[in-house]
């Protein structure tokens, strides 16, 4: 598991977020079956993640299947809304 608590303050956010997405990617095209489920342990680290997914929704529905948590369901992810966490197939 990761620890999204520690800070380095070093500005590097946006890498680490491309990183985090590049990996995903890698995992679900050679584990077809696998889903990847991400959560925010703090409000505002799950604005940022909801954020980044905003940013790059288009991109990221070319090859994934986004799914936001949300009134105790997953459902298709859709801006707008403030999901709980987020899951990716």
């Known amino acids: ?4 608590l520690s800070r380095t303050d070093n500005n590097d956010r946006d890498k ?6 590049s990996t995903v990617i ?6 077809k079956e696998i ?8 409000p505002a680290h799950k604005r940022l993640y909801q954020m980044a997914i905003n ?10 299947n986004i799914y936001g948590y949300i009134e105790k369901k997953w459902q298709p992810f859709e ?3 403030n999901y ?5 197939t």
């Open 79 to 81: 801006s707008g809304k």
């Open 16 to 21: 680490i977020l491309a990183t985090v997405a």
């Open 1 to 4: 598991m990761i620890n999204d």
């Open 84 to 88: 709980e966490a987020f899951l990716v």
């Open 55 to 64: 940013t790059n929704k288009e991109e990221i529905e070319e090859i994934l």
């Open 35 to 42: 889903a990847i489920y991400a959560e925010g342990n703090t």
């Open 26 to 31: 890698d995992m679900v095209s050679v584990m």
